[in-house]
C-alpha cells in the first residue's frame, strides 16, 4: 500500500504517475482560473478521462469541440488528437486520467515561442 499525504508537504503535486506508487494508472490535477490555460493538441496510445469538479472547459476532441462543464466525465478513446482551454466564469478543478502507469504522449502541435 502506498497514502500520498497531500496535506504533508506535497500540496504542489500537480501530477500523479502510477508506476512510482504501484498504480496503474496516472493522473494529472488541475485547478485554474486563468482564461485559455490547457494543452496543445496532443495524443496517448490509450484512454484519457476527464473529471470536471468545477468550472468550464473548451475541449477538442479528435474533429468536435465541446464545452465541459463541472459535474461532467468526458472519455477520450485512445489515439484521438485532444485539446482543452479554460474558458468561463469561475475556477476550472478537474482530474485528467490517464489509462497508463506513465505517461505516453505525442504531441501534435508546436509549443508557442
Not at 496517448?44 to 468545477?54: A, G, V, W
Not at 468550472?55 to 477520450?76: N, Y
Request: glycine share 12%.
Amino acid at each position: 500500500m502506498q497514502v500520498v499525504d497531500l496535506a504533508a508537504g506535497a500540496e504542489a503535486l500537480t501530477e500523479f504517475e502510477g508506476r512510482d506508487h504501484g498504480s496503474g494508472v496516472s493522473f494529472i490535477m488541475v485547478s485554474t482560473d486563468v482564461e485559455g490555460a490547457g494543452p496543445r493538441l496532443h495524443r496517448h496510445p490509450y484512454t484519457e478521462t476527464f473529471l470536471i469538479r468545477s468550472g468550464e472547459a473548451l475541449f477538442t476532441v479528435g474533429d468536435q469541440t465541446l464545452i465541459g462543464r463541472g459535474g461532467q466525465i468526458i472519455v477520450v478513446p485512445a489515439n484521438t488528437p485532444h485539446k482543452f482551454a479554460k474558458t468561463g466564469p469561475g475556477r476550472l478543478e478537474m482530474t485528467d486520467i490517464h489509462a497508463s502507469d506513465h505517461f505516453v504522449t505525442e504531441w501534435l502541435e508546436p509549443k508557442d515561442s
